[in-house]
Protein backbone atom coordinates (compact mmCIF):
# COMPACT_ATOMS: atom_id res chain seq x y z
CA UNK A 1 0.00 0.00 0.00
CA UNK A 2 1.29 3.46 -0.52
CA UNK A 3 1.72 6.48 1.31
CA UNK A 4 -1.17 8.04 -1.20
CA UNK A 5 -3.62 5.25 -0.83
CA UNK A 6 -3.53 5.88 2.72
CA UNK A 7 -5.84 8.76 5.12
CA UNK A 8 -4.13 10.50 7.85
CA UNK A 9 -5.56 7.71 10.03
CA UNK A 10 -3.47 4.67 7.60
CA UNK A 11 -6.70 3.55 6.72
CA UNK A 12 -6.31 1.95 2.70
CA UNK A 13 -8.56 4.15 0.53
CA UNK A 14 -9.05 1.25 -1.60
CA UNK A 15 -10.20 -0.88 1.83
CA UNK A 16 -12.75 2.32 2.81
CA UNK A 17 -14.09 2.32 -0.75
CA UNK A 18 -14.85 -1.54 -0.67
CA UNK A 19 -16.16 -1.53 3.00
CA UNK A 20 -18.24 1.93 2.01
CA UNK A 21 -19.94 0.15 -1.23
CA UNK A 22 -22.18 -1.95 1.04
CA UNK A 23 -23.23 0.38 3.66
CA UNK A 24 -26.83 -0.13 3.18
CA UNK A 25 -27.11 -3.67 4.74
CA UNK A 26 -30.48 -3.86 6.39
CA UNK A 27 -30.76 -5.66 10.55
CA UNK A 28 -31.43 -9.18 9.70
CA UNK A 29 -33.20 -9.84 13.29
CA UNK A 30 -36.23 -9.26 14.50
CA UNK A 31 -36.36 -5.58 15.94
CA UNK A 32 -36.37 -5.67 20.20
CA UNK A 33 -37.45 -1.71 20.95
CA UNK A 34 -35.59 0.77 22.71
CA UNK A 35 -35.34 4.29 23.38
CA UNK A 36 -35.21 5.91 19.81
CA UNK A 37 -32.60 9.11 19.10
CA UNK A 38 -35.12 11.64 19.92
CA UNK A 39 -34.87 13.25 16.09
CA UNK A 40 -36.36 13.53 12.74
CA UNK A 41 -35.66 11.08 10.53
CA UNK A 42 -34.45 14.45 8.53
CA UNK A 43 -32.24 14.71 11.00
CA UNK A 44 -28.78 14.32 11.44
CA UNK A 45 -27.72 12.73 14.90
CA UNK A 46 -24.25 13.97 16.35
CA UNK A 47 -21.33 11.79 16.92
CA UNK A 48 -19.24 11.98 19.89
CA UNK A 49 -15.64 10.20 19.25
CA UNK A 50 -13.59 9.75 22.02
CA UNK A 51 -9.91 8.43 20.90
CA UNK A 52 -8.95 9.73 17.98
CA UNK A 53 -5.60 7.52 17.56
CA UNK A 54 -5.22 5.30 14.75
CA UNK A 55 -8.78 3.27 15.61
CA UNK A 56 -10.41 6.28 16.26
CA UNK A 57 -9.49 7.91 13.05
CA UNK A 58 -11.02 4.98 10.89
CA UNK A 59 -14.01 5.75 13.01
CA UNK A 60 -14.50 9.55 12.09
CA UNK A 61 -13.44 8.28 8.39
CA UNK A 62 -16.50 6.01 8.58
CA UNK A 63 -18.71 7.96 9.98
CA UNK A 64 -17.86 11.08 7.49
CA UNK A 65 -18.69 9.41 4.75
CA UNK A 66 -21.81 7.75 5.85
CA UNK A 67 -23.01 11.67 6.61
CA UNK A 68 -21.93 12.43 3.18
CA UNK A 69 -23.53 9.45 1.95
CA UNK A 70 -27.23 8.98 3.34
CA UNK A 71 -26.40 8.32 7.07
CA UNK A 72 -27.73 10.48 8.45
CA UNK A 73 -24.77 11.05 11.23
CA UNK A 74 -22.43 14.38 11.46
CA UNK A 75 -19.02 14.46 13.82
CA UNK A 76 -20.20 17.11 16.26
CA UNK A 77 -17.48 16.45 19.13
CA UNK A 78 -14.08 14.45 19.30
CA UNK A 79 -12.18 13.61 22.47
CA UNK A 80 -8.54 12.80 23.19
CA UNK A 81 -6.41 12.88 26.35
CA UNK A 82 -3.69 13.72 23.92
CA UNK A 83 -3.73 17.90 22.11
CA UNK A 84 -2.01 16.91 19.21
CA UNK A 85 -4.49 14.01 18.09
CA UNK A 86 -7.14 16.14 19.43
CA UNK A 87 -6.55 18.93 17.58
CA UNK A 88 -5.79 17.50 14.42
CA UNK A 89 -9.49 16.15 14.40
CA UNK A 90 -11.18 18.82 15.52
CA UNK A 91 -9.38 20.37 12.67
CA UNK A 92 -10.63 17.92 9.85
CA UNK A 93 -13.74 17.31 10.47
CA UNK A 94 -14.64 20.96 12.02
CA UNK A 95 -15.77 19.17 15.82
CA UNK A 96 -15.88 20.68 19.21
CA UNK A 97 -12.61 19.43 21.59
CA UNK A 98 -13.08 18.31 24.68
CA UNK A 99 -10.29 16.44 26.87
CA UNK A 100 -12.67 15.36 29.44
CA UNK A 101 -14.50 12.65 27.93
CA UNK A 102 -17.47 13.43 30.54
CA UNK A 103 -17.55 16.90 29.31
CA UNK A 104 -18.15 15.56 26.04
CA UNK A 105 -20.82 13.31 27.49
CA UNK A 106 -22.79 16.38 29.09
CA UNK A 107 -22.78 18.43 25.26
CA UNK A 108 -26.45 17.72 24.20
CA UNK A 109 -25.57 17.90 20.34
CA UNK A 110 -24.24 14.54 20.70
CA UNK A 111 -26.40 11.49 20.20
CA UNK A 112 -24.04 8.45 19.64
CA UNK A 113 -20.33 7.86 21.43
CA UNK A 114 -17.67 5.99 19.56
CA UNK A 115 -15.14 4.87 21.65
CA UNK A 116 -11.78 3.36 20.29
CA UNK A 117 -9.43 4.03 23.41
CA UNK A 118 -7.12 1.49 25.06
CA UNK A 119 -8.83 -1.46 26.34
CA UNK A 120 -8.66 -0.75 30.14
CA UNK A 121 -10.45 2.95 29.28
CA UNK A 122 -13.69 1.51 27.17
CA UNK A 123 -15.67 -0.20 30.03
CA UNK A 124 -15.61 3.21 32.20
CA UNK A 125 -16.21 5.61 28.72
CA UNK A 126 -18.89 2.90 28.14
CA UNK A 127 -20.60 3.36 31.29
CA UNK A 128 -20.24 6.76 31.46
CA UNK A 129 -22.44 7.33 28.04
CA UNK A 130 -24.98 4.77 28.56
CA UNK A 131 -25.89 7.00 31.99
CA UNK A 132 -25.63 10.31 29.86
CA UNK A 133 -28.46 8.76 27.61
CA UNK A 134 -26.27 8.38 24.77
CA UNK A 135 -26.65 5.06 22.23
CA UNK A 136 -22.56 3.25 22.29
CA UNK A 137 -20.30 1.99 19.50
CA UNK A 138 -17.72 0.68 21.33
CA UNK A 139 -14.17 -0.78 19.91
CA UNK A 140 -13.43 -4.46 20.87
CA UNK A 141 -12.42 -5.25 23.61
CA UNK A 142 -15.62 -4.00 25.54
CA UNK A 143 -13.44 -4.31 28.78
CA UNK A 144 -9.62 -5.46 29.67
CA UNK A 145 -8.68 -8.87 31.00
CA UNK A 146 -8.38 -7.97 34.71
CA UNK A 147 -12.18 -6.03 34.68
CA UNK A 148 -14.55 -9.13 34.53
CA UNK A 149 -16.96 -7.16 37.60
CA UNK A 150 -16.95 -4.21 35.05
CA UNK A 151 -18.03 -6.19 32.07
CA UNK A 152 -20.72 -7.67 34.43
CA UNK A 153 -21.77 -4.04 35.07
CA UNK A 154 -21.78 -2.96 31.57
CA UNK A 155 -23.95 -5.69 30.67
CA UNK A 156 -26.26 -5.18 33.14
CA UNK A 157 -26.25 -1.14 32.44
CA UNK A 158 -26.88 -1.70 28.82
CA UNK A 159 -29.52 -3.82 29.38
CA UNK A 160 -31.02 -1.79 32.30
CA UNK A 161 -30.37 1.94 30.04
CA UNK A 162 -32.30 0.13 27.18
CA UNK A 163 -29.62 2.20 24.73
CA UNK A 164 -28.33 0.98 21.81
CA UNK A 165 -24.77 -0.42 21.92
CA UNK A 166 -22.93 -1.98 18.79
CA UNK A 167 -19.10 -3.83 19.97
CA UNK A 168 -16.98 -3.43 17.05
CA UNK A 169 -16.55 -6.67 16.07
CA UNK A 170 -16.73 -5.84 12.73
CA UNK A 171 -17.17 -9.09 11.44
CA UNK A 172 -20.32 -9.97 12.57
CA UNK A 173 -21.21 -7.70 9.67
CA UNK A 174 -20.69 -11.04 7.56
CA UNK A 175 -24.17 -12.54 6.84
CA UNK A 176 -22.78 -15.80 7.01
CA UNK A 177 -22.93 -15.88 10.57
CA UNK A 178 -26.34 -15.67 10.81
CA UNK A 179 -26.89 -18.42 8.02
CA UNK A 180 -24.73 -21.17 9.91
CA UNK A 181 -26.98 -20.36 13.09
CA UNK A 182 -30.03 -20.53 11.33
CA UNK A 183 -28.77 -24.22 9.73
CA UNK A 184 -27.27 -25.12 13.42
CA UNK A 185 -30.83 -24.09 14.60
CA UNK A 186 -32.47 -25.91 11.98
CA UNK A 187 -30.58 -28.98 12.72
CA UNK A 188 -28.66 -29.12 9.72
CA UNK A 189 -25.18 -30.71 12.08
CA UNK A 190 -27.14 -32.33 14.80
CA UNK A 191 -26.10 -31.91 17.83
CA UNK A 192 -22.97 -29.04 18.11
CA UNK A 193 -20.09 -30.34 19.99
CA UNK A 194 -16.87 -28.54 19.04
CA UNK A 195 -15.69 -25.67 17.64
CA UNK A 196 -12.94 -23.92 16.36
CA UNK A 197 -11.38 -20.34 15.27
CA UNK A 198 -8.44 -18.40 15.51
CA UNK A 199 -6.59 -15.53 14.64
CA UNK A 200 -2.94 -16.06 12.80
CA UNK A 201 -0.51 -13.12 11.42
CA UNK A 202 2.89 -11.46 11.12
CA UNK A 203 3.53 -8.96 13.37
CA UNK A 204 2.80 -7.50 16.77
CA UNK A 205 0.71 -4.00 15.88
CA UNK A 206 2.69 -3.26 19.21
CA UNK A 207 6.15 -1.64 19.14
CA UNK A 208 6.20 -1.95 14.96
CA UNK A 209 2.65 -1.17 14.42
CA UNK A 210 2.01 2.15 16.92
CA UNK A 211 4.28 5.23 16.16
CA UNK A 212 4.97 7.79 18.81
CA UNK A 213 3.90 10.54 17.83
CA UNK A 214 6.36 12.99 19.43
CA UNK A 215 8.97 11.25 21.33
CA UNK A 216 9.47 14.52 23.37
CA UNK A 217 5.98 14.38 25.07
CA UNK A 218 5.12 15.08 28.40
CA UNK A 219 2.53 14.84 30.84
CA UNK A 220 0.91 18.11 31.73
CA UNK A 221 -2.20 20.44 30.18
CA UNK A 222 -1.27 18.57 26.32
CA UNK A 223 -1.80 15.07 27.33
CA UNK A 224 -3.67 14.09 30.74
CA UNK A 225 -1.49 10.86 31.59
CA UNK A 226 -3.83 10.30 34.97
CA UNK A 227 -6.82 10.17 32.72
CA UNK A 228 -4.83 7.51 30.66
CA UNK A 229 -3.74 5.34 33.47
CA UNK A 230 -7.49 5.09 34.99
CA UNK A 231 -7.60 2.52 36.86
CA UNK A 232 -4.77 0.42 35.83
CA UNK A 233 -1.66 0.20 38.36
CA UNK A 234 -0.18 3.68 38.80
CA UNK A 235 3.28 4.44 37.47
CA UNK A 236 6.27 7.51 36.29
CA UNK A 237 5.04 8.60 32.84
CA UNK A 238 6.59 6.32 30.01
CA UNK A 239 6.16 7.83 26.17
CA UNK A 240 6.19 3.74 24.95
CA UNK A 241 3.54 3.00 27.54
CA UNK A 242 1.26 6.04 26.04
CA UNK A 243 1.53 5.97 22.35
CA UNK A 244 2.38 2.00 22.21
CA UNK A 245 -0.01 0.74 25.14
CA UNK A 246 -0.93 -2.31 23.59
CA UNK A 247 2.56 -4.08 24.62
CA UNK A 248 2.16 -3.34 28.29
CA UNK A 249 -0.54 -5.82 29.89
CA UNK A 250 -2.00 -2.45 32.23
CA UNK A 251 -3.87 -1.78 29.15
CA UNK A 252 -3.76 -4.61 26.74
CA UNK A 253 -4.04 -8.55 26.68
CA UNK A 254 -2.37 -9.82 23.46
CA UNK A 255 -3.99 -11.51 21.11
CA UNK A 256 -6.49 -13.03 23.86
CA UNK A 257 -8.26 -9.92 24.39
CA UNK A 258 -7.01 -7.74 21.14
CA UNK A 259 -7.92 -9.99 18.11
CA UNK A 260 -9.91 -13.17 19.65
CA UNK A 261 -13.48 -11.09 20.00
CA UNK A 262 -13.03 -10.94 16.23
CA UNK A 263 -12.60 -14.88 15.88
CA UNK A 264 -14.94 -15.86 19.66
CA UNK A 265 -17.86 -13.37 18.84
CA UNK A 266 -19.25 -15.33 15.44
CA UNK A 267 -18.44 -18.74 17.24
CA UNK A 268 -20.43 -17.76 20.44
CA UNK A 269 -23.74 -15.90 18.25
CA UNK A 270 -23.72 -19.09 16.10
CA UNK A 271 -23.69 -21.88 18.41
CA UNK A 272 -26.50 -19.63 20.60
CA UNK A 273 -24.37 -20.91 24.29
CA UNK A 274 -24.36 -19.22 27.28
CA UNK A 275 -21.58 -18.19 29.34
CA UNK A 276 -18.61 -20.83 29.59
CA UNK A 277 -17.78 -23.43 32.32
CA UNK A 278 -13.93 -23.73 32.24
CA UNK A 279 -11.35 -22.56 30.20
CA UNK A 280 -7.35 -23.67 30.14
CA UNK A 281 -4.91 -21.46 27.67
CA UNK A 282 -1.23 -21.86 26.77
CA UNK A 283 1.02 -19.74 25.10
CA UNK A 284 3.45 -16.84 25.74
CA UNK A 285 5.96 -14.29 24.41
CA UNK A 286 7.61 -16.81 21.81
CA UNK A 287 8.78 -14.23 18.99
CA UNK A 288 8.40 -10.31 20.22
CA UNK A 289 10.34 -9.86 23.43
CA UNK A 290 10.01 -6.18 23.63
CA UNK A 291 6.38 -6.46 24.96
CA UNK A 292 4.59 -7.84 28.16
CA UNK A 293 1.62 -9.29 26.70
CA UNK A 294 2.16 -12.39 24.74
CA UNK A 295 2.70 -12.94 21.31
CA UNK A 296 1.20 -16.33 20.77
CA UNK A 297 -2.11 -17.42 22.14
CA UNK A 298 -4.29 -20.80 22.45
CA UNK A 299 -7.05 -21.61 24.79
CA UNK A 300 -9.93 -24.28 25.04
CA UNK A 301 -13.35 -23.43 26.27
CA UNK A 302 -16.07 -25.66 27.38
CA UNK A 303 -19.90 -24.64 27.95
CA UNK A 304 -22.79 -26.55 29.97
CA UNK A 305 -24.28 -27.34 26.87
CA UNK A 306 -21.48 -29.60 26.36
CA UNK A 307 -19.84 -28.54 23.53
CA UNK A 308 -15.44 -27.52 23.48
CA UNK A 309 -14.29 -24.67 21.17
CA UNK A 310 -10.58 -24.15 20.77
CA UNK A 311 -9.11 -20.59 19.94
CA UNK A 312 -5.83 -20.55 18.30
CA UNK A 313 -3.41 -17.94 17.21
CA UNK A 314 0.40 -16.85 16.90
CA UNK A 315 1.68 -13.46 15.77
CA UNK A 316 4.36 -15.53 14.65
CA UNK A 317 3.30 -16.82 11.52
CA UNK A 318 0.05 -16.02 9.42
CA UNK A 319 -0.74 -19.50 7.69
CA UNK A 320 -4.51 -20.03 8.71
CA UNK A 321 -5.09 -23.19 7.48
CA UNK A 322 -8.70 -23.98 6.87
CA UNK A 323 -8.72 -21.58 3.77
CA UNK A 324 -9.89 -19.19 1.46
CA UNK A 325 -11.62 -16.34 3.38
CA UNK A 326 -11.12 -13.27 6.80
CA UNK A 327 -7.25 -14.08 6.52
CA UNK A 328 -5.44 -13.45 9.26
CA UNK A 329 -8.36 -14.77 10.99
CA UNK A 330 -8.55 -18.59 11.13
CA UNK A 331 -12.15 -19.18 9.26
CA UNK A 332 -14.22 -20.85 12.41
CA UNK A 333 -15.71 -24.82 11.76
CA UNK A 334 -18.10 -25.84 14.42
CA UNK A 335 -18.58 -29.70 14.46
CA UNK A 336 -21.77 -31.42 15.18
CA UNK A 337 -22.87 -35.13 15.45
CA UNK A 338 -23.98 -35.17 11.99
CA UNK A 339 -21.75 -32.98 10.54
CA UNK A 340 -19.54 -29.85 9.91
CA UNK A 341 -20.15 -25.81 8.83
CA UNK A 342 -17.39 -24.18 7.19
CA UNK A 343 -16.74 -21.04 5.14
CA UNK A 344 -14.71 -21.72 1.51
CA UNK A 345 -14.35 -18.39 -0.49
CA UNK A 346 -18.21 -17.25 -0.99
CA UNK A 347 -19.89 -19.95 0.53
CA UNK A 348 -21.07 -22.09 3.36
CA UNK A 349 -20.12 -25.56 3.23
CA UNK A 350 -21.78 -28.60 5.21
CA UNK A 351 -19.68 -31.85 5.21
CA UNK A 352 -21.32 -34.87 6.12
CA UNK A 353 -20.37 -36.61 9.33
CA UNK A 354 -19.10 -40.61 8.61
CA UNK A 355 -22.41 -42.26 9.04
CA UNK A 356 -24.27 -39.97 8.31
CA UNK A 357 -26.93 -40.24 6.24
CA UNK A 358 -26.70 -36.42 5.08
CA UNK A 359 -25.89 -35.59 1.40
CA UNK A 360 -22.92 -32.71 1.10
CA UNK A 361 -24.65 -28.97 0.69
CA UNK A 362 -23.08 -25.49 -0.28
CA UNK A 363 -24.91 -22.25 0.49
CA UNK A 364 -24.11 -18.85 -1.19
CA UNK A 365 -23.08 -16.39 1.24
CA UNK A 366 -25.74 -13.63 1.12
CA UNK A 367 -23.54 -10.23 2.07
CA UNK A 368 -19.39 -10.09 3.19
CA UNK A 369 -18.07 -8.54 6.09
CA UNK A 370 -18.18 -4.96 5.58
CA UNK A 371 -17.31 -2.09 8.07
CA UNK A 372 -18.65 0.73 6.93
CA UNK A 373 -22.14 -1.43 7.46
CA UNK A 374 -21.30 -2.12 10.76
CA UNK A 375 -21.28 1.58 11.83
CA UNK A 376 -24.47 2.08 9.56
CA UNK A 377 -26.35 -1.14 11.61
CA UNK A 378 -25.23 0.70 14.89
CA UNK A 379 -27.02 4.04 13.34
CA UNK A 380 -29.84 2.86 11.92
CA UNK A 381 -30.39 0.68 15.22
CA UNK A 382 -29.81 3.77 17.01
CA UNK A 383 -32.28 5.55 15.14
CA UNK A 384 -34.97 3.42 14.98
CA UNK A 385 -34.52 2.45 19.08
CA UNK A 386 -33.37 -1.21 18.02
CA UNK A 387 -30.96 -2.61 20.61
CA UNK A 388 -30.51 -6.06 18.66
CA UNK A 389 -27.54 -4.83 16.70
CA UNK A 390 -25.14 -7.34 14.45
CA UNK A 391 -22.76 -7.59 18.28
CA UNK A 392 -24.66 -6.14 21.18
CA UNK A 393 -23.43 -6.14 24.54
CA UNK A 394 -25.27 -9.14 25.74
CA UNK A 395 -22.89 -10.91 23.26
CA UNK A 396 -19.90 -9.35 24.24
CA UNK A 397 -20.35 -10.42 27.84
CA UNK A 398 -20.40 -13.76 26.74
CA UNK A 399 -17.57 -13.47 24.13
CA UNK A 400 -15.33 -11.64 26.90
CA UNK A 401 -16.20 -13.73 29.95
CA UNK A 402 -14.59 -16.41 28.00
CA UNK A 403 -11.53 -14.54 27.12
CA UNK A 404 -10.95 -12.88 30.38
CA UNK A 405 -10.90 -16.49 31.67
CA UNK A 406 -8.38 -17.64 28.96
CA UNK A 407 -6.11 -14.80 29.92
CA UNK A 408 -6.11 -15.56 33.68
CA UNK A 409 -6.22 -19.09 33.16
CA UNK A 410 -2.37 -18.57 31.20
CA UNK A 411 -1.36 -15.99 33.56
CA UNK A 412 -1.64 -17.94 36.68
CA UNK A 413 -1.04 -21.45 35.03
CA UNK A 414 -4.43 -22.81 36.29
CA UNK A 415 -7.87 -24.31 34.98
CA UNK A 416 -10.22 -20.94 34.92
CA UNK A 417 -14.00 -21.95 36.24
CA UNK A 418 -16.97 -19.60 36.15
CA UNK A 419 -19.20 -19.49 39.01
CA UNK A 420 -22.55 -19.52 37.31
CA UNK A 421 -24.00 -19.12 40.98
CA UNK A 422 -22.18 -16.30 42.15
CA UNK A 423 -21.28 -14.80 38.49
CA UNK A 424 -17.48 -15.02 38.92
CA UNK A 425 -14.43 -16.26 37.70
CA UNK A 426 -12.34 -18.29 39.54
CA UNK A 427 -8.77 -19.40 38.70
Given at each position: ?13 RQFIGQAAGAALAVGAAPQMAHAVSKSANERLGVGQ ?64 CIATPDHQHGYQALDALRAGKDVYCEKPVTHWRQFD ?278
Open positions: MSEKEKGNWGVSRIGCGGRGGAHMQIMDWLKDNGGGVEIVAVCDAYRGRLERAAKRFKAKAYMDHREMLADPRVDLVLTKTLAEEAKKSGRVMQIGAQGMSDSAWRQIRKLIQDGLIGQPIHAECGYFRVGDWGERGMPIDDPNAKPGPDLDWEAFLGDSPKRPFDVSRYFRWRMYEDYAGGPSTDLFPHSLTPVVYMLGVGMPSMAVAAGGKFRYEEREVPDTFNMLIDYPEKITVAVLGTQGNDYQATGGRGAPGRVPVVRGWEGALTVQDKEIVFIPADGSKKQPQRFPIETPEDATAHFKNFVDCARAGDVNTWSPMDLAFRVQTALQMGALALRKGRVAHFNAEKQKIDV
